[in-house]
């Protein structure tokens, strides 16, 4: 599912790096391609010890999405023995997020001082994955967990209750 979605990702940004024409001409201001990116940097920002303890291996760290950079996306993703961890900061708003056709099952979720939804993606019939998101700046951060697709059957936790404990443990280092 999340190869479905990486691909999904990097075939929007090429589709929109090609809806322009003509010649570009003058300087690149920094400040202005700055702006559209998102300030959080999970693979940066979220101390070790952190992502130690949501039982995922540091050294499995991976940035972006098969290591091409998303405009407007900063990503960082470990992998565990059962799931994989990924947490997205964007310049999406949680509007984008609740409007997107692709997401379903919205809950309201407590994220110790915050408020957060956890959700599903559509296509994930078998309910492997799911995501938490919560405001941060002006954008959104996305919690992910998935498990992997050879895991034998999971114990008692579901995606979503690892997803709300990782998002918890995650979220005082998430800017607000």
């Known amino acids: 599912m999340r190869w479905v979605a990486a691909v999904g990702l990097i075939g929007a940004g090429l589709a929109l790096a090609a809806c322009g024409s003509g010649t570009v001409s003058g300087t ?26 949501q039982d995922v291996d540091l050294l499995t760290e991976e940035r972006d999405i098969m290591g091409v950079k998303q405009p407007g996306w900063n990503v960082c993703g470990w992998s565990g023995p059962r799931y994989s961890l990924t947490v997205y900061a964007t310049n999406k708003t949680m509007d984008d997020v609740r409007s ?3 997401n379903e099952d919205f809950a309201p979720v407590e994220l110790g001082d915050r408020a957060g939804v956890t959700y599903r993606e559509v296509a994930d019939t078998d309910r492997e994955s799911c995501d938490v998101a919560m405001v941060s700046g002006a ?32 979220v005082p280092h998430i800017p607000q």
Do not use: M, W, Y
């Open 100 to 102: 997107n056709g692709k």
């Open 139 to 170: 954008g959104a951060v996305l919690v992910s967990v998935g498990f992997h697709v050879l895991t034998p059957p999971r114990d008692t936790q579901e995606p979503c209750e690892i997803a709300v404990q990782s998002a918890r443990a995650l």
């Open 28 to 53: 690149a201001d920094p400040e202005a391609v700055a702006l559209g990116e998102p300030a959080f940097s999970p693979c940066d920002d979220i101390p070790d010890d952190v992502v130690r303890s």
